[in-house]
């Protein structure tokens, strides 16, 4: 399965972004879908996640209530909706497939090549 990203860009404070993940060579049907992101000098961090069939989410604080991730297993994409961005929130945005995978790197088989995010203040 190859994952790639798209809708990154620069925005504004305050402004949304939505984020796609679209796989091919396969289907995302078994897989939960996550979202990370590396801030320029940080670690890579977990951002969100949903489970295989879409029934359960998972959020770091730091997103809480201003993201909401989806997922059309349909179209193989899943998605990140980011509102009331911050200009914390500037990174390179990754998504990720994997059986097992939650809110950890561990667990998460496919990466895609990510997406930058930029929040201007």
């Known amino acids: 399965v190859q994952l790639a990203e798209s809708g990154g860009g620069l925005v504004q404070a305050g402004g949304s972004l939505r984020l796609s993940c679209a796989a091919s060579?396969?289907?995302?049907?078994?897989?939960?879908m996550g979202w990370f992101r590396r801030a320029p000098g940080k670690e890579r961090e977990f951002v969100a996640t949903i489970n295989w069939n879409g029934r359960n989410t998972h959020y770091a604080d730091s997103v809480k209530g201003r993201f909401t991730v989806s997922r059309d297993n349909a179209k193989t994409t899943a998605y990140l909706q980011m509102n009331s961005l911050k200009p914390e929130d500037t990174a390179i945005y990754f998504c990720?497939?994997?059986?097992?995978?939650?809110?950890?790197?561990?667990?998460?088989?496919?990466w895609g090549q990510g997406t930058q995010v930029t929040v201007s203040s």
């Open positions: 060579g396969g289907t995302i049907d078994d897989y939960n």
């Open positions: 990720t497939a994997g059986l097992s995978g939650w809110d950890r790197t561990i667990g998460y088989d496919y």
